[in-house]
């Protein structure tokens, strides 16, 4: 019974995690359209760290921990889509570092991105989430 409560809890907080992960580069482009300086730069400063803070960190914690309990109970058939989709987690999880820094850029005033390549970004989990999925459910490998 434990090995259901775990698995529910931890696709219940990859939603989270990828709603943010959805959301964060969306946000940037808002920010960077926004005047350097001004109040309404300001408001999406602070709507990015409470995105951060309050949704993808926790999320993330919690997708790791119970991801690696579901592993503890043994209940997990390990196999080569299982070392993918683990690839994978590591790679989003490496993109949400990516966007927490680049957030705390643009909190500084940079903007190396353009916001092409921010709406671009903002594809990553998409895609990341629709071959993990497949992965999970298929296990063609």
Known sequence: MIYLWLKAGHIIFVIFWM????MLPRYFVYHQEAEAGSPEEARWIDRENKLRKIILLPSIILVWVLGISLLGTGMVALGGWFHAKLLLVLLLSGY??????????????????TGK????????PGIAAAIIVVLVIVKPF
């Open 19 to 22: 709603a943010g992960l959805f």
């Open 96 to 113: 949400h570092g990516y966007l927490s820094g680049y957030a705390r850029k643009l909190a500084r005033g940079e903007r190396p991105l």
């Open 117 to 124: 390549k921010l709406r671009l970004l903002n594809e990553v």
